[in-house]
């Protein structure tokens, strides 16, 4: 009986994806971001955001959906022109915050499970790494002549895999930091942190080529 995936590709699809699982982009970016500003238990809920945004694009490949973005390139630049805004958004709001001296903490809205879910859904749709991933990367591994469905189930276990771990690291060392911010003195500086990191996952959003 065949095997889904050939091993040897199935073994250089893993270090290319553990790669660009650990090089930094808006996703890792943004989990540190999430770390020092909600803590570990909502930076891993929003890593978890993130990587069911990476289920439905694994989901929307099997559509055929990469075929689409890379014919109409522009749907998928307005599409990461909003996540890119947004993300954005947050980072004028933490700017905002440490500009007046709030702890994070303070900010009951932040502290949510379901808004940092919903949060690193978005970022995650928007991420110009994953659209990189379905229109260059993940065709190359794929072979026509084997079932699709087989292929890219195994493909996105490892791909899920590998990220859940990267971003959990990121965002626990996030998280890290945000202990020392009972200490009302590292506030401003921990916000401003925020506010430019999560300013510069947009502009890697927005000012991607």
């Not at 709030?102 to 949510?112: F, H, K, T």
């Not at 808004?115 to 859904?121: E, I, K, R, T």
């Not at 087989?150 to 990267?166: E, R």
């Amino acid at each position: 009986m065949a095997l889904p995936v050939d091993p040897h590709l199935y073994l250089t699809f893993l270090g290319v994806m553990a790669v660009m699982a650990v090089t930094p982009g808006p996703a890792n970016v943004f989990a540190v971001a999430t770390g020092i500003q909600r803590g570990g238990g909502p930076a891993l809920i929003g890593v978890l955001g993130m990587n069911l945004a990476t289920l439905c694009w694994f989901a929307a490949a099997a559509l055929g959906l990469a075929a689409v973005i890379a014919a109409f390139p522009h749907v998928f630049r307005v599409i990461a022109i909003l996540g890119g805004l947004y993300v954005a958004w947050l980072g004028l709001k933490a700017l905002a915050r440490s500009s007046k001296g709030e702890a994070p903490q303070l900010d009951a809205r932040v502290r949510r499970p379901r808004g940092a879910f919903l949060d690193g859904f978005m970022v995650q749709a928007a991420n110009p790494k994953a659209v990189l991933f379905f229109t260059a990367v993940l065709p190359p591994f794929l072979d026509l002549n084997r079932p699709l469905a087989p292929q890219l189930a195994l493909f996105a276990c490892a791909t899920i895999g590998m990220d859940v771990l990267a971003m959990s690291a990121y965002a626990l060392f996030g998280a890290g930091l945000a202990r020392r911010m009972n200490d009302p003195r590292f506030a401003r500086v921990f916000n401003l942190a925020v506010g430019l990191l999560l300013l510069t996952a947009a502009a890697l959003i927005l000012l991607r080529r």
